[in-house]
């Protein structure tokens, strides 16, 4: 049977002489975003070929939890910033995860 997860991966790339700067805004929203409602996980990531190239892979309960992450204060305030930092377009994919998350062991 499916599982209702939903899955969004951003891949990011950041404009000349902005990555650095792009990664320290990136980094900034992880914590919030895994305090949301909803959040199974957020994990930020960055190319070990091309450091202008960053990933963010993150789960979510449902498709109303996404949209309610994307409505709120700190993800607002970066998408008013991604002109300056990004170049081109963000790269957005969902997905619906159809397997059982694995359990973390940490």
């Known amino acids: 049977m499916p599982v209702s997860n939903v899955t969004n991966i951003a891949f990011i790339r950041a404009k000349a002489r902005q990555s650095e700067e792009l990664g320290r805004r990136l980094l900034a929203l992880v914590e919030p975003s895994r305090q949301e409602p909803g959040c199974i996980n957020y994990d ?63």
């Open 44 to 106: 930020l990531h960055r190319s070990a070929d091309d450091p202008d190239s960053w990933c963010v892979y993150e789960n979510w309960r449902s498709a109303g939890d996404l949209a309610a992450h994307f409505a709120l204060p700190h993800m607002q305030d970066f998408i008013t910033r991604v002109p300056a930092l990004v170049e081109g377009e963000l790269d957005l994919r969902r997905f619906a995860m159809i397997s059982t998350p694995a359990p973390w062991r940490f």
